[in-house]
């Protein structure tokens, strides 16, 4: 079936060590997204690629950064994450930018 | 600015209709959107309603839009159990070229 996978889904680091964490799909979309989501709130949109056209959003930490290699991969990087950047991070893809998103699973982050 | 509003809970008993509300506040979205997110999960499309329809029904699921008022409704007929998550209204922004998403509502289901 066509999917959105995340891996890995459940995910510790050490407070300022680098993680990457990775998505990838089988749906061949071309816009991939990362959000963040805390407990409880509303995923908020990190950034998103249109094919290779990176789109940070404005209030975006630069302590995030993607990479998408090729249609398939998404990477999320976090340069030296904090305690405040504990959360779930969801990847989710769309044939368009304003058409419907399919989300995977998520990665749960915990910083120790 | 872009913004979208939900009760952040709702119970209803098993068996009931379960009614979910939204408002949003761009006018010019094309497309509008319930997800259902359960524990420790992502978020699943449940079903969307391009802007210029009223109703759009789907199975247990009706979606009604009232584009006047800016208001959007999920009904989940006969609830269960397994409807208990998180529900989300998203919005899609064409000058952003992103949607927004209200800050779901709870649904739990009492027997």
């Known amino acids: 079936d066509a999917m959105v996978i995340q891996n890995p889904r459940y995910q510790v680091t050490q407070f300022g060590k680098p993680v990457t964490l990775s998505c990838s799909q089988t749906l061949n979309h071309n816009v991939m997204y990362w959000y963040q989501q805390k407990s409880s709130q509303a995923p908020k949109l990190l950034f998103h690629?249109?094919?290779?056209?990176?789109?940070n959003e404005a209030d975006t930490p630069d302590n995030f950064q993607s990479r998408r290699p090729n249609t398939s991969f998404c990477f999320l990087d976090i340069r030296s994450p904090g305690l405040g950047d504990a959360a779930m991070y969801l990847c989710?893809?769309?044939?368009?930018?304003?058409?419907?998103?399919?989300f995977g699973p998520g990665t749960r982050l915990t910083v120790t | 600015g872009e913004d979208v509003e939900q009760s952040l809970f709702l119970s209803v008993r098993e068996g009931d209709s379960s009614v979910i509300n939204c408002t949003y506040t761009d006018s010019s979205s094309t497309y509008l959107y319930w997800y259902k997110q359960e524990p420790g999960a992502g978020l699943q499309l449940l079903t969307y309603i391009f802007s210029n329809m009223d109703m759009k029904q789907d199975q247990r699921l009706t979606v009604l839009l009232n584009k006047k008022d800016k208001h959007l409704s999920l009904r989940i007929a006969d609830t269960q159990t397994g409807d208990s998550a998180i529900y989300f209204c998203a919005e899609s922004i064409s000058s952003a070229s992103k949607i927004i998403f209200g800050s779901g509502t709870r649904l739990s289901i009492r027997p």
């Open positions: 690629y249109y094919d290779k056209d990176f789109n």
């Open positions: 989710a893809t769309a044939p368009g930018r304003t058409a419907e998103q399919y």
